[in-house]
């Protein structure tokens, strides 16, 4: 069970099992022939036949069984049609290559790694992301209105004043946002340091305590971490271990205290401000979330401190996670609406500029959030998104080539079934593509 982190990649097979560095030189890399022959059998792969056994090394059949291929392309093409024809190939080296391919409704950015050696097979394919076709942003907005469920957006302009929305729907409505709840736990974090409570070099010591899955569910009791890496880890990678670690260590009570500042319209829907493992609990554990929601807030602290910390991890049943089917998302979950989103981007703006900023913004801007072509459009850009099943949520804070600042955010819930992960996060980079000045 984990709530998972958006980022510019979609990781849809196994990574190359060999790879080399691409060459210094300036002249342009030419495939070898056997490479271009793995190319010219690419569309039949991703259109869910060609010779799987012919085609993919043996570690890659081990990792990914063409079963599980299957169904992964089937999936790419209920959301973008069939792909048609191979784009354009930027080679890195004679055996890798970023692959551009026409899908009927979007263009795919696909990684190929073949082997060097003989029968140079392919061990890596890793579709990085999609490019939207809409040209415009009314094609953006009417596409985002098409999507089942129930969708919200907002693209904002921020300056001296409150922010101007340029486009948005239900921009004032609350959704699930998944893991971009993180970015009031990064808001604590930066008011702490600012205000000298807190440095980024602090150390948090390591109790011993049960974490969610990430890097430090399995590091010793004792174990010493700066804060500035663990806001690194759950911003850019979106680690729920290092989330939980951060929220005890700067304090639940100051992390609900930020909400109200931030702008966050009804911080009350968000108090007791949960942790990662608390939400799994809530999900995942038989009963609890039935006796937890009808209770008032103090009722509910009390069962998160007594009854929810004491129940260990191998309780929780990840059935609704492996399976993705929504669970609760309209009742157990963070919720912010887009205009919330937008004016905590502008808060961490504001509140990050000149030197004392500097270490914020870094962890923010790790993972970009979008294509290459979308980061050329834009001088800088900060990105928290997050998602379960029915759940997507993408924010990006954009500083534009001539200083002026922007938000774009968009998050969609459907309470029936899991959300194109790879279709919204294809729209929402096309619309902060478009809304470059």
Do not use: C
Request: aromatic share 6%.
């Amino acid at each position: 069970m984990r709530l998972l982190p958006l980022l510019a990649a979609f990781l849809i097979a196994a990574p190359a099992t060999a790879q080399t560095a691409a060459p210094a030189a300036a002249q342009p890399v030419q495939p070898d022939p056997a490479f271009q022959a793995r190319l010219d059998a690419l569309i039949p792969i991703l259109s869910g036949g060609g010779d799987y056994a012919g085609y993919f090394t043996p570690a890659f059949q081990a990792q990914v069984p063409q079963a599980t291929l299957q169904a992964v392309t089937a999936q790419l093409i209920a959301g973008n049609g069939k792909p048609m024809q191979i784009l354009s190939v930027s080679q890195e080296t004679p055996w890798r290559a970023t692959v551009r391919v026409q899908y009927e409704k979007a263009v795919a950015n696909v990684l190929l790694v073949a082997d060097p050696a003989a029968p140079h097979r392919v061990g890596g394919l890793l579709v990085r992301g999609f490019e939207s076709a809409e040209k415009t942003l009314p094609a953006v907005e009417s596409a985002f209105a098409a999507l089942p469920g129930d969708v919200g957006y907002a693209i904002a302009r921020l300056g001296s004043g409150a922010p101007q929305l340029l486009k948005g729907r239900n921009a004032d409505k609350p959704y699930a946002i998944g893991s971009a709840f993180k970015l009031v736990i990064l808001a604590e974090l930066v008011r702490a340091t600012n205000a000298g409570e807190r440095t980024w070099d602090d150390l948090v010591t390591l109790d011993g305590g049960t974490l969610p899955g990430g890097v430090y569910a399995r590091k010793p009791r004792g174990t010493r971490v700066p804060l500035r890496e663990l806001a690194t880890q759950m911003i850019s990678i979106s680690d729920n271990s290092a989330t939980d670690i951060l929220l005890h260590a700067l304090g639940r009570a100051k992390v609900e205290a930020m909400m109200p500042v931030l702008g966050i319209a009804d911080p009350a829907r968000n108090r007791p401000f949960l942790g990662t493992m608390e939400l799994f609990k809530l999900k995942g554990v038989a009963g609890l979330a039935e006796r937890y929601l009808p209770l008032d807030e103090a009722g509910r602290r009390k069962l998160l401190d007594g009854e929810v910390a004491g129940i260990p991890p191998i309780l929780i049943n990840a059935t609704s996670f492996t399976q993705k089917i929504p669970n609760r998302i309209d009742t157990l979950e963070w919720f912010e609406s887009p205009n919330d989103l937008v004016r905590v981007m502008d808060w961490l703006r504001r509140n990050t500029e000149g030197m004392a900023g500097i270490e914020a913004r870094k962890v923010l801007s790790v993972n970009p959030g979008v294509s290459p072509d979308v980061r050329g459009k834009w001088q800088w850009i900060g990105y928290k998104g997050g998602s379960e099943p029915g759940v997507m949520n993408m924010t990006l804070l954009l500083q534009a080539r001539n200083g002026d600042w922007y938000v774009v955010t968009g998050s969609w819930n459907d309470l029936q079934k899991a959300v194109d992960e790879g279709r919204f996060a294809s729209l929402i980079g096309k619309a902060a593509e478009l809304s470059a000045p």
